[in-house]
């Protein structure tokens, strides 16, 4: 089965939502997309934690079925760490702090045996030149897909668009896509953002479903209904993992990039994202099987195709 | 074939969007309803316009073939009017003029002879107490759908719910269902509305689709993707014909409410919404031909059904 390389933050969180607040919880977008993707296809993550990172938070990536962290490095620093408050309606999030710590000065390297192998690769949010960087040591002729935020599309926008021209896919929200793109409209951003090189686009929505760009056509996914959120941390990464995941597990590459398989992943991926939200931290994607999965797959499926 | 009554506004509309300026167009609800309905089923008009309300509009509803307007009075006093700006993004609007005129004394009558017939009835945005009313004169053992606006819920609501609880089905959009159910979630808004007495209820998110709460489960619909809107005026009320006008087509009634025609009455429903935003006024609706409709609903198929 085709694995995926991942590189991207693990992190420590705190998270104030009005009902509740939990402290130093396992956060990061590779600990999310790891966890994720993992259900569909083996992933091996790259990344940096401090010396205070808890072993039991390590052991809980390290010791999943489908997960090898033999490439998460220990810095003497500390750890990365948000804090982060959300509002009511769980939309409106406040950044308290921001401390990047260990990941600051941490140069992803891709290890030499995981080069050689015929696997995707997904750089998640960092400094552009890094997700460079691994593109030139890694990419070869894999299936390449990164995100971003909104602050490197702020302040690093040229390195940014070297690094989106060198990829095959790109995961953005809403507001990143219309930064990116300089355009309100959606359609014409996800049109935009592909002229600037990447065969795929993923546009997250958030409840409002997500759209994919793929060979000049738009394909829109609404959000698999939730009654309840707790917390939407990590909901995008989920997202991208079930993207990923999917993508591994039907052996895609660049040159067999299907589109009923980028439909099928994009529907995977929503499904991820919805469980991620479900509760704080990865809780929800460690306490999910493949089942659940299945289920709620097949829940969406019948609920979207009338 | 089933046919539709449709009771509600017909006006005068002056929309200021950033690109261009339309004085004392057609508008109001029921021109927007009627003329996306009459594409699927006969459509018998209930309405009031002014004295100085052009021939030649009303000739544009009563000359369409499907559109019975013998059921519009004329009154001595002015039309309604209403003058409406929008922001860049056409999200927000701002109401600069709001005159009810000659609709403030209006008290709608159901003709005998449509009273016998075995229509739909649907009862688009007005006093609660007068849907009430028409509800009464008509209803009988129709199906019967209505449509309100957040006034009503603010000022008027005990009425409304009254309303609320004598029709089949409301067609709300996301801010009304809100404040309605007084739920932020709008699964759970659905969920309180239905329990107030209709069996289904569609919510309108504008570009991020519509949902369908039908028999305890909830269906999400995407929107049409558009690279262009001109002016949202009347995309609720035209979503609300395509919806009344396949469920008509297909001679849905009360006993006979099946939710495979409700879901493709979603779909059409989305695809006279998006037709509708395409221009100023009904000028879309207008323009649009049954095959338009039948290639826009199989791509919005294709786009979604993954």
Known sequence: ???IICAGSIALDTIRTPLRTVERVLGGAASFFSLSASFFAPVSLLGVVGSDFPPGYLQRLSGRKGIDASGVVRSREKSPFFDMSFDHSLHTRTVNASELN????YVPEVPKRLGQKNSLLY??????????RILKQAAKNRLCV??????YIENDVEDLKKTVSAVDGIVLNDAEARMLSQEGNLLKAGRKILAMGPRFLAIKKG???SLLFFNGAVYPFPAFPLYDVVDPTGAGDSFAGGL???????QATRERLRLKDLRMAMACATVMGSFAVE???VARLES??????TKRYDELESAVHW
Chains 1, 2 share one sequence.
């Open 146 to 151: 990164m995100d971003t935020i909104s602050y």
């Open 244 to 250: 990923m995941g999917f993508l591994a597990k039907k």
């Open 279 to 281: 509760d704080f931290s």
């Open 207 to 209: 409840e409002h479903g």
């Open 1 to 3: 089965m085709t694995s």
């Open 123 to 132: 750089l998640a949010t960092m400094l552009p030149a890094h997700q460079l």
């Open 102 to 105: 260990c990941l600051a000065s």
């Open 288 to 293: 999910i099987t493949a089942r659940d999965i």
